[in-house]
């Protein structure tokens, strides 16, 4: 089966709002293209999307997270593959490096100024958003910030921040397989106190943010703060109300257990 090239879209268009899209014109417009891409890919008949994220993309995605005190999971980076919209359509990043081999040793991906220099040698002229210069931007901010960082810090660092997003997804992964394992153990809420209360901190907060998620949260505007108030309801009970969550989920504490259910 074909892939999508991430550079050119046949006939592509505007695609549709799509439902639980993050907040804010960067978020908005990540969603606008994966969207785009999603629907080109589903009407040529496409058995993957590739795109050309590099391992300067993962640095900044890792420094990113730094700065919001993020997890292991965002501070884990993008991943190189996953599934697209849920679908058989794999999304795959390349460039991103990562994966380990025991003969080759680890693949440290490719940087934006190689992908640059393979252009200008084969003649191409990739198209380069404007926004990449606009300030008021996070990602770009990152981006200034990582290089004024390698200045002060030596080379290499955003090959060290790429390596441990590789690391960091190992555990990341480990752990979600532990929460997989507890809500089939568990089942949906409402939880009882004492069943929650054995598994592991890490663990717990993973299955509350799965069950957040499927119930109407944004993945992207579920914080661990909202995390952690759930997770008192087990470690810190004294009688305090139902909590609110992103997409107008809620959770609380009854004679049942800890439950958690999106809006009716």
């Known amino acids: 089966m074909p892939s999508a090239a991430a550079s050119r879209v ?51 995605q890792v420094l990113l997270g730094l700065a919001r005190g993020s997890g292991a999971r965002s501070l884990a980076g993008m991943p190189a593959a996953r599934s697209f919209g849920g679908t058989e359509i794999l999304l795959g990043r390349p460039f991103l490096g990562g994966r380990r081999s025991r003969r080759a040793g680890p693949d440290e991906g490719i940087t934006r100024d190689q992908t640059e ?38 080379p290499g660092l955003a090959t060290n921040l790429a390596r441990s997003a590789g690391l960091l997804r190992d555990d990341a992964d480990a752990l979600d397989a532990a929460a997989e394992e507890a809500y ?5 809420p409402p939880w009882p106190v004492a069943g929650l209360a054995a598994l592991e901190p890490a663990v717990r907060t ?25 997770d008192a309801l087990v470690t810190d009970w004294h009688g305090q109300g139902p909590l609110h969550l992103p997409g107008g989920v809620r959770a609380g504490r009854g004679k049942d257990g800890v439950w958690l259910r999106g809006r009716t």
């Open 10 to 60: 046949p006939g592509g268009g505007r695609a549709g709002a799509r439902p639980g899209r993050p907040a804010g014109p960067e978020g908005q417009a990540r969603a606008e293209r994966y969207a785009v891409l999603f629907a080109a890919a589903q009407r040529l008949g496409a058995s993957a999307v590739l795109t050309g994220h590099t391992r300067d993309d993962q640095a900044e």
């Open 117 to 154: 220099r393979v252009c200008t040698e084969l003649g191409l002229d990739p198209w380069s958003d404007p926004h990449n210069e606009v300030d008021d931007y996070a990602r770009v901010r990152a981006r200034r910030a990582l290089r004024l960082l390698e200045d002060e810090l030596g």
């Open 184 to 188: 089939r153990s568990l089942g949906a």
């Open 206 to 230: 993973r299955l509350y943010r799965r069950c957040a998620r499927e119930a109407g949260s944004s993945g992207t505007d579920l914080t661990s703060e909202h995390l952690l108030a759930v």
